[in-house]
């Protein structure tokens, strides 16, 4: 095993340097000046004249100091508060509604400061975007706030499946028979058997007649419990329960004595359920929402996309933004996110149910396959109207591979698809009767360890070929040229990070139902997320502006490293918070307390 091992880092380390190669080669062949060029750059391209570049909100100093303001409170409310926010909601946690009125007191002093500056200040961008949807996203928050509040305080906000919960511990303490203990634990035993111990068992114990199966104590590693305890651990796996709404009952006993409970109580189950999926779907939303009405207000700041740019940038700032968002899911299944699928880089927990769960791979390919299908038919809209240019014939080419690389992706994860193509040696081990193998033999029957966890390396594939695309992307200018070199080379690390995630799930593939936390997936997030950064800032109007104001490439660069360190680790502590929220909730439950503890 070491020396595979070894073999295969040698292969990497190779493979590597000759992806180094053209780079190294690239600097090599340069003039003196090629050190300088991140520096100079700004210099080397034409400045256009200072009368032709229209006025905007960046340049424009009146009142600068409420726009900073209103700037500030946003950036608190909808990056720091609204997160966690959202995290305490998702925990169920009673700390739900005081933080989404701190966020909509903040929320609301951003928005009065904004009304500020805009009735001291010339309107420099008519008709803008950002207005709009500034309001629409501040009325849906409010709206969910509001449900919260009318649920919470009519005591009709209830947990999915509460009640059959409450049933089930009823049930516990009805007296059962030994025969049907039994019948259980047999029935137990086969559900959730499974044919590999975790990684921390050392088989000590095991045996029907060892002293730690005689024993009465209770273990509280993991591994080490009986099935009933190891299906009660499951059930923290299980998939975010939805908040729920019902009925307010105005006949019972205790009868509700407030206003609003009784005006809940008019309210059907049906219009309790509406309420109940706008509240869930809200809380999975938002912050996509959030995070485009932060980038319609740079937009509106810089006076980005007028007229026929907009094209442009659209272009560059969804797909940047689809970037951004793939790496901040990457960092969340490092975190642990998604464990109940098996997609936090750990093996999938078993359920009762076990109803089919798409893998994290499967759902990369699809996205990738979409995005194709779709953006095929709108890379001509720039140039509508007029032929082709080849420009337009390699941007279609590149929706090409991303609907072959989405469609093969999705191929390889399909467990039917795999079943066919063994087909040919299945036929041939089934010539031969199963007695008719040594023991030895017939493990060579049994499926690889592989088989357990999905290797599927072509999502990683096609991001990279566009980064190695768009690093060698001709551009009209010099910084333009540089800026897309940036995030080309950012998407491809990332792609080479995954693929040492594979090498590595590959060697040894995960064991346990905890999350795996690959080191190798941090630098993918962090590829991700800064260079879906760097891809929105390559947009034709974005290097107009950096090129007026003397912004070279390297300003643009640095400054984004810096701020993706901080909000990845921001992201690490909201999800963390969510964690510590779901455990405090947990401990005012005894049952689910004891639980935790042996977690």
Not at 446 to 469: H, Q, R
Request: contains cysteine; hydrophobic residues 45%; negative net charge.
């Amino acid at each position: 095993m070491r020396s595979t091992t070894t073999s295969a880092l040698k292969l990497l380390a190779l493979a590597a340097a000759l992806g180094a190669l053209p780079v190294v080669l690239a600097h090599g062949h340069g003039d003196e000046g090629a050190m300088d060029m991140g520096t100079d750059m700004a210099a080397e391209d034409p400045k256009p004249d200072e009368a032709s570049y229209p006025p905007t909100y960046f340049a424009h100093s009146e009142h600068a100091s409420v726009m900073y303001a209103h700037i500030a409170f946003m950036v608190i409310g909808w990056i720091v508060m609204l997160p966690m926010a959202v995290m305490f909601s998702l925990a169920r946690s009673r700390y739900t509604l005081a933080t989404q009125f701190i966020f909509l007191l903040t929320n609301a002093l951003g928005l009065l400061l904004g009304l500020v500056y805009n009735a001291k200040t010339p309107d420099l961008y008519p008709n803008n975007a950002h207005h709009k949807l500034g309001w629409i996203v501040t009325w849906v928050v409010s709206a969910q706030v509001v449900i919260s509040l009318v649920g919470r305080l009519a005591g009709a906000i209830g947990r999915n499946g509460a009640q059959q919960h409450g049933k089930e511990e009823e049930q516990a303490f009805i007296p059962i028979s030994t025969e049907a203990m039994a019948e259980h634990q047999r029935m137990n035993d086969r559900l959730f058997s499974h044919d590999y111990r975790h990684s921390n068992d050392s088989g000590q114990g095991t045996e029907p007649n060892s002293e730690s199966l005689r024993s009465n104590s209770v273990s509280t590693a993991i591994g080490h419990e009986s099935p009933i305890e190891m299906s009660d651990r499951r059930a923290q796996y299980e998939d975010d329960e939805d908040l729920e709404f019902k009925p307010v009952d105005l006949h019972s006993p205790k009868g509700p004595t407030s206003l609003v409970a009784r005006l809940a109580g008019k309210i059907s189950t049906r219009a309790w359920k509406v309420l109940g999926f706008t509240y869930n779907f809200i809380d999975r939303t938002i912050l996509i929402l959030g995070y485009i009405a932060l980038c319609t207000g740079v937009i509106t700041y810089g006076r980005f996309f007028e007229g026929h740019g907009i094209f442009s940038g659209l272009a560059h700032w969804i797909k940047g933004g689809i970037f951004f968002w793939y790496g901040i899911l990457t960092l969340g299944r490092w975190s642990g996110s998604f464990g109940e699928l098996g997609w936090a880089w750990n093996v999938r927990p078993k359920t009762s149910s076990q109803k089919w769960r798409p893998t994290a791979e499967f759902v990369e390919g699809a996205l990738i396959f979409t995005y194709g299908s779709t953006n095929i038919f709108l890379e001509h809209l720039g140039n509508a109207g007029k032929e082709f240019s080849p420009q337009d014939l390699e941007h279609i080419s590149i929706t090409v591979l991303f609907i072959g690389g989405g469609l093969l992706a999705m191929l390889i994860e399909s467990t039917r698809i795999r079943e066919l193509l063994n087909t040919t040696v299945t036929e041939a081990a089934l010539t031969h009767p199963s007695h008719a193998y040594s023991d030895e033999e017939r493990e060579a029957l049994e499926k690889p360890d592989t088989y357990e966890f999905s290797i599927n390396p072509i999502p990683a594939l096609v991001i990279l070929l566009l980064g190695i695309m768009m690093s060698s992307h001709t551009q009209q200018t010099m910084i333009s040229s540089m800026v897309h070199k940036q995030w080309g080379n950012l998407l491809t690390g990332a792609s080479f990070a995954r693929g040492f995630t594979y090498v590595i799930m590959y060697l040894k593939p995960p064991r346990s139902v905890l999350p795996s936390r690959p080191p190798t997936e941090l630098m993918t997030a962090f590829g991700l997320i800064a260079g879906g950064t760097i891809f929105m800032a390559s947009a034709s109007d974005v290097v107009g502006g950096m090129i007026h104001y003397d912004l070279d490439a390297m300003f643009m660069y640095t400054v984004t490293m810096g701020l993706v360190g901080l909000l990845m680790a921001w992201v690490v502590l909201v999800l963390a918070l969510k964690g510590w929220a779901v455990r405090r909730e947990a401990g005012r439950n005894p049952k689910s307390s004891a639980l935790g503890s042996r977690v």
